[in-house]
């Protein structure tokens, strides 16, 4: 079966700070990673993916992430935080035999302190 | 363009109503969903359409009937809904359904079952 954990609801960070919105994953074979972030009232956005190859992946707005096979993690990041990137973010993972299927996280809800 | 677009925004349907809710994407994607999400929760998956033809039904009631009229259209046909059906109805699309493309959202439209 595939999961993924978000262990964190909330995260709170003043801006100008580096943020971390952590994702931890459960699945067997080769998993295929994403994060998509959902600002109020709007669908989601794609920011990035893990596909395969280096494990530190760029992607939208400032953001990345580092896969680690080893702890099954793949946390989102960005080196300093803005007001604007206050919203709802999801970590989902899928598989080659899920056809489509993304399994997300429950969400954590960053905000952004001026 | 990056674009999926979805009307209506907002939709007030009683229970005894039938209404339809589209979707319409310009990229060349040959796979298309949509989703059911509640405030604050990830996404549910409800149907996933390949090449015009569907491919995933998640056990949805058959109040909910999807339709692909054709390679950039999606309706999703709403009959006798109940209260609990309120929720944020997501399409989306991508290259094809395979588990390494990401998936783009639309705006979504805002129903609720009075």
């Known amino acids: 079966a595939q999961s993924v954990a978000q262990p964190e609801d909330q995260v709170n960070v003043a801006e100008g700070n580096p943020l971390t919105v952590k994702c931890t994953y459960s699945?067997?074979?080769?998993?295929?990673l994403f994060w998509y972030v959902q600002y109020p009232n709007r669908g989601l956005q794609f920011l990035l993916k893990?596909?395969?190859?280096?494990?530190l992946v760029k992607g939208s707005y400032g953001f990345e992430a580092e896969f680690n096979k080893s702890q099954t993690s793949f946390h989102l990041k960005k080196p300093t935080a803005l007001v604007s990137a206050s919203a709802l973010y999801f970590c989902a993972v899928s598989r080659g035999s899920t056809l489509g299927r993304l399994y997300f996280g429950r969400g954590t809800q960053l905000t952004v302190w001026p | 363009d990056t674009e999926v677009t979805q009307t209506p925004k907002h939709l007030v349907m009683g229970m005894t109503n039938k209404k339809s809710l589209k979707c319409e994407q310009h990229m060349g994607h040959r796979a298309m969903y949509w989703y059911k999400q509640k405030a604050k929760k990830p996404p549910e998956l409800m149907f996933v359409?390949?090449?015009?033809?569907?491919?995933i039904n998640e056990s949805v009631p058959s109040r909910f009937s999807p339709e692909c009229p054709n390679s950039s259209l999606l309706n999703l046909h709403l009959h006798a809904l109940q209260p609990e059906d309120s929720a944020l109805y997501l399409c989306?699309?991508?290259?094809?359904?395979?588990?390494?493309?990401?998936?783009?959202f639309g705006p979504g439209t805002r129903l609720t079952v009075t």
């Open positions: 699945v067997s074979g080769n998993p295929y």
């Open positions: 989306a699309s991508s290259q094809e359904v395979s588990s390494d493309s990401e998936q783009y």
């Open positions: 359409y390949s090449y015009e033809k569907l491919s």
């Open positions: 893990y596909i395969t190859g280096d494990n």
